[in-house]
């Protein structure tokens, strides 16, 4: 069973930054895709980034790109989501999610199917 919990969120103004952390327990995760979703209130659950195992595959939702930023450190289990010039467009619970196959990356990898995995979530509000 593999188990993933995220933390780092919180209240952050608009403009500013946060790093979301996940960590993973259970498996080994080194074979494993990573993803990021986020979930605004009223909203479908929607892909933000996922990185591949190695990290040589990563993929972003457009709105995104140029301020978040996917990274993972094998070595100690830990995948993160460093995002700034935040907006009040990217308050959500903010989910990570596992892909055993490792397949997403180069897939479905917007789709919450491609993965097996989820933690609970961290919330991120930024005010505007």
């Known amino acids: 069973q593999v188990q993933l919990q995220e933390s780092g969120g919180g209240l952050v103004q608009a403009g500013g930054s946060l790093r979301l952390s996940c960590a993973v327990s259970?498996?080994?995760?080194?074979?494993?895709?990573i993803g990021w979703f986020r979930q605004a209130p009223g909203k479908e659950r929607e892909f933000v980034s996922v990185i591949s195992w190695s990290g040589g595959s990563i993929r972003y939702l457009d709105s995104v790109k140029g301020r978040f930023t996917i990274s993972r450190d094998n070595a100690k289990s830990m995948v993160y989501l460093q995002m700034k010039s935040l907006s009040a467009d990217d308050t959500a619970s903010y989910y990570c999610?596992?892909?055993?196959?490792?397949?997403?990356?180069?897939?479905?990898?917007?789709?919450?199917?491609?993965?097996?995995?989820w933690g609970q979530g961290t919330q991120v509000t930024v005010s505007s």
């Open positions: 999610a596992a892909d055993p196959t490792n397949r997403a990356p180069l897939g479905q990898f917007h789709r919450e199917w491609s993965y097996k995995y």
């Open positions: 259970g498996r080994t995760l080194s074979t494993y895709a």
